[in-house]
């Protein structure tokens, strides 16, 4: 005897990230013909998932719909407008930007303790994602370890604020509930363990109120480069001045001891001039780096950094060393920029290197 029906079971991960992408202007639709591909359409955009049938047992639409997100994430707020968020999916051009989204993929869940149960699932997950370290954004010389920093910090901004961090706390939700509940399978040899087993405790907050980090013996706000005295004690730039211990754990945004040389945020692209004073002894030792603009004197630019900067070929996943061509006659601008200091943590974050 049949009946009306008037409602229809959804997944419960699912529908929190179906409604994660409508949120963002996106549709998703589910298709055998497609593993996962974006296209740009007059309605915001659509997300094609393949269907059960396409995906291995360890993915979800969730965890799908997840990754592409941090693609986008990667590539930036134009993504939205172009097909497969401007990737090249036919070649390895692009591989570093897997990479990136990778790696923003693994800080972002494991934030909620989620960083095993939303692995990826392709190639990358045994080549790449399987090898990440616990802090996947450690080596900051690295182009994909700076394209997912940059990532990170558009999370914390419109369009994908707040939809992308209230999906994720909502799926950590669900998993701590279900996670106590699943028994192994009678027969080990009969199907896979549940997915549901591998959910972690999330890392809890930092004393300061930034993001905690997994526990690591040797990183702790003592050996952070943010940690400065100031006022009679000893405070953290990342944490807006707030006092800290240093004693305590290192947060999500500990940095070890910095370095110029592979750095060179202050130089390039963070800051757009150098005002050069004209009783600078550098006017005179030199002056082929000196541009007179008739109400100051700037040092000469190349592109988007400093004339008198070297260095930072990209090779593979290693970047070259920065070095300064007028170091020892470098105006007193230059030598008055300090490192660790509020504008040295300004000018990383602009360039990608600090979150």
Do not use: K
Not at 180 to 208: F, K, M, Q
Not at 213 to 230: E, L, V
Not at 307 to 330: F, H, P, Q, W
Request: proline share 8%; charged share 25%.
């Amino acid at each position: 005897m049949s009946r009306p029906v008037h409602h229809r079971y959804v997944d419960p991960l699912a529908q929190i990230w179906l409604d994660c992408a409508a949120r963002l202007g996106l549709r998703v639709v589910r298709s055998p013909d497609a593993y996962a591909s974006y296209a740009p359409d007059d309605a915001g955009g659509t997300l094609t998932i393949g269907d059960d049938a396409s995906l291995d047992p360890d993915d979800s639409l969730a965890q799908m719909i997840f990754h592409e997100l941090c693609h986008a994430l990667v590539q930036g707020e134009d993504a939205f407008a172009r097909t497969d968020w401007g990737l090249d999916n036919e070649t390895d051009r692009d591989a570093w930007r897997e990479h990136a989204c990778l790696r923003a993929q693994a800080v972002l869940a494991g934030r909620h303790g989620l960083r095993r149960f939303f692995a990826p699932t392709t190639d990358y997950r045994a080549d790449f994602w399987d090898h990440l370290p616990a802090d996947p954004l450690a080596d900051r010389g690295d182009p994909s370890v700076q394209a997912a920093i940059a990532a990170l910090r558009r999370a914390d901004r419109p369009p994908w604020s707040p939809a992308l961090g209230e999906a994720l706390a909502a799926t950590a939700r669900i998993a701590a509930a279900v996670g106590p509940t699943v028994r192994p399978a009678r027969d080990e040899r009969a199907a896979l363990p549940s997915l549901w087993t591998i959910v972690d405790a999330p890392p809890p907050p930092h004393p300061t109120g930034l993001p905690g980090a997994a526990s690591d013996d040797a990183r702790s706000c003592g050996t952070c480069a943010w940690r400065h005295r100031a006022r009679g004690a000893e405070r953290c730039r990342q944490a807006d001045g707030a006092r800290v211990d240093p004693a305590w754990p290192g947060c999500e945004r500990w940095e070890p001891g910095l370095d110029c040389q592979t750095c060179g945020a202050c130089c390039r692209a963070a800051y757009h001039a150098v005002e050069v004073g004209r009783r600078d002894p550098a006017v005179a030792r030199r002056p082929d780096y000196i541009v007179d603009l008739g109400d100051r004197l700037e040092l000469r630019r190349a592109g988007d950094r400093c004339a008198a900067l070297g260095g930072g070929e990209v090779t593979g996943a290693t970047t070259s060393r920065y070095a300064c061509a007028i170091y020892d006659d470098r105006p007193r601008t230059c030598r008055d920029f300090t490192l660790g200091s509020e504008h040295c943590l300004t000018a990383r974050r602009r360039v990608g290197l600090s979150l």
